[in-house]
Nanobody, 115 residues
Framework: QVQLVESGGGLVQPGGSLRLSCAAS????????MAWYRQAPGKERELVAV???????NYADSVKGRFTISRDNAKNTVYLQMNSLKSEDTTVYYC?????????WGKGTLVTVSS
């Protein structure tokens, strides 16, 4: 069993920055992809960014140039640096970890961008 703990969400003004973290712990065999998703109420969950075990990253068009995903394999942690935040980025962000046997989801961390 793997547990994910997300942190870093909060309230920021438009144009501001936040850094989300997601740390995996427990019975980890190995981790391939790590990703961040977001989901507004009543909406489909959207892939924001994904990073492979080798550090290759892909982003949703809506966040390219503003967000950066990274990982620390020694800490089993994935980060999402969010810059130039817009009100449209306001929603719950979820960490997803592709462990050897299963995918795991975090409980979500709320990001609110408002003046």
């Amino acid at each position: 069993q793997v547990q994910l703990v997300e942190s870093g969400g909060g309230l920021v003004q438009p144009g501001g920055s936040l850094r989300l973290s997601c740390a995996a712990s427990g019975s980890i065999v190995s981790i391939n992809d790590m990703a961040w998703y977001r989901q507004a109420p009543g909406k489909e969950r959207e892939l924001v960014a994904v990073i492979t075990s080798g550090g290759r990253a892909n982003y949703a068009d809506s966040v390219k140039g503003r967000f950066t995903i990274s990982r620390d394999n020694a800490k089993n942690t994935v980060y999402l640096q969010m810059n130039s935040l817009k009100s449209e980025d306001t929603t719950v962000y979820y960490c997803n970890v592709d462990e050897f046997r299963r995918n795991y989801w975090g409980k979500g961390t709320l990001v609110t961008v408002s003046s």
